[in-house]
């Protein structure tokens, strides 16, 4: 395995990479060597311009390292070692779009692409330090991710810069030799060269990498079988949708006329169905088993059992008989034929990214407001509002979860101020995104289980703060899908949500928990809408919607409120297992008929009624 780290992420084939290989993590600092600039710099000032000219991307590039015109890495600094499973560093590469515009192409490659690329002030090493964070809880060294503003703060930085402007458009644009595969140097090192970068190597210790029952099938794709053993395992993959076999040969002409037909309909079957093929020219135990005499020969399964079988190259025979296979293994939900506006549709979870007096918020905490921990976190975020998120560098995370694990024990009204600082961070999904890599997730947990350890004792202000934290979490997808999937982390965030539901005396911790619970269903029907499988565990749907519907039965103050609570309900509900506990709720607890209810509480909650009302009968 190699994964390099530019701005940009290669990994070959993640499919083959084991979930739990540690990883090395190594800084490439390349620069500009033997150029007129780095000349010029030697003469007229002191400080080694060099050591930190990081060239950016304007446009999507996929380079092997040491094949680009960056020339060669000038130091390669070793900064740690990473468990972090390769499918959740891709995941918080994702859910960076929005602050670095990563474009995701292929499966097997990946990119970063800069569309505000500056020299001085959003260049690749804030990618890079971001990222580090993630992968190690520390950033690059100090001492290049300040060397720009140290070279801006020289009257020969100032100078400069116009002309470095000017020829930093030529040099990121410049055209890049052909990629080349590098020859390895040693244990996993790869020549390298680019800006700033991370590269990820396999540890020496590690398992060599074999694809195993643990690993995810690729779906979207014609999978090759030569084996019993390996037929065997493809077709067990999809014993609970549906798999079909083109038994081909080397010498049939005819069989070659539908190899496109089939490869487009494994794309268009996705994760739905298994397509394979079988070249019983090399497979003579498939043949003899599957007692196949002329090809091609299709077999379809259904849930594990045969089905059909038809003889002939014809394109349209297959197509047909491919597409009915999925439909009778994925029959179409009864809500799919309905129209509803709302319920039908994506939805954006919904956050708190209002910024109080950051000054008066400090000054709450006593003399737990003069830690560097509290003063790095509102510098983050007050160069966050100022300047935006991408020229916002991150604090030292792990020192401020370190701090705030010794303030939760504090006096209620001390902790409220702190949890609110740690919400205006959260709005940024680097920092959201660095709790989904946290070890055990120790400080979520902590924090969300907070208001539910002190019961009756926790006071309004740090209860609605934890609700819009917990809320702003969500910006990351990936610590979102674990707040979902993992028990340790979604027992908490229920207990809030249900205990926070239950507050009759403030609507606006109502109106937070409905909130929270939205974007609780709205993650999940999303996986719904892509027909894939739920997030959230059905016990946990059904103690949601329980209180979601005690909630809604009770609630006649806050309009706001049962808007929330008819939404959760609505997306919990859509296309939910017909067979399921979560429907069998619905109907005891008579949720039709306190949607129902609420349908002359405000007219504009009129057509959600409606809607709701059909998803639950």
Known sequence: MEVELVSRVRCHNPSLVPKSMQSTIRLWCLGASNTSLEQESNKRNDIPIRL?????????????????????????IPLGKTDLPMEIIL?????????????????????????????????????????????????IPAHITSLPQTVLNTPFGQMLKPQLDSAMRGITQAPVA?????????????????????????????????????????????H??????????????????????????????????????YDELAAEAGHKAVLIKVDLSEAYEIGSKYQVRATPTFMSFLK??????????????????????????????????????????????????????LEKLIAKMGPRGTDPAINALKDFITTREAAGASDAPLPSLPSITSFIQTILDDPPDTVFPVVDLLRCASIDPRISGYFAAEHAHTTVINILSKPHTLGVKCPYSLRIVTLQLACNLFTSPLLAHQLLQKGELCTPLLQLITSSLLDTAHPPVRVAAA?????????????????????????????????????????????DSIRGLLTAIGLLAYAASRDGELVEVCQALGAKEMAAGKRDFSDDLRELVKEVEQVVA
Not at 192 to 205: C, E, L, R, V
Not at 232 to 258: G, R, W, Y
Request: aromatic residues 8%.
């Open 52 to 76: 930190w000219r990081s060239p950016g991307l304007t446009s999507v590039e996929d380079r092997y390292p040491g094949a680009t015109h960056h020339g060669r890495p000038m130091q390669v």
């Open 91 to 139: 995941e918080y590469l994702d859910s960076l779009r929005q602050i670095y515009t990563i474009e995701l192409l292929k499966l097997r490659l990946f990119y970063m692409y800069l569309h505000s690329y500056d020299l001085f002030t959003h260049n690749c090493n804030n990618f890079t330090n971001d990222f580090a964070m993630f992968l190690l809880g520390k950033g």
């Open 178 to 222: 052909p990629s080349a595969i590098p020859q390895q140097n040693g244990a996993g090192q790869v020549r390298s060269n680019g800006s700033y970068n991370i590269q990820a190597s396999p540890s020496t210790t590690g398992a060599s990498v074999h694809m195993n029952g643990s690993s995810r099938l690729p779906t979207g794709q014609v």
């Open 224 to 261: 090759y079988a030569t084996t019993l053993k390996k037929l065997d395992m493809l077709l067990d993959s999809a014993k609970n949708s549906c798999a079909v076999i083109f038994f081909t040969s080397a010498t049939c002409p005819p069989c070659k006329l539908v190899y496109p037909a």
């Open 304 to 357: 594990g059992q045969k089905e059909s079988e038809w003889v002939g190259a014809s394109e349209s025979q297959l197509r047909g008989n491919v597409r009915m296979l999925l439909q009778m293994a994925h029959p179409p939900h009864p809500h799919t034929n309905l129209r509803l506006r709302t319920l039908q549709r994506r939805h954006k979870t919904v956050t708190y990214a209002k910024i109080p007096p």
């Open 515 to 559: 909130s929270l619970a939205f974007n609780i269903a709205a993650v999940n029907h999303v996986r719904r809408l892509d027909e894939q499988e739920d997030l959230l565990a059905e016990p946990s749907q059904v103690e949601l919607m329980a209180s979601l519907l005690e909630t809604l039965s009770n609630e006649g103050e806050s309009k």
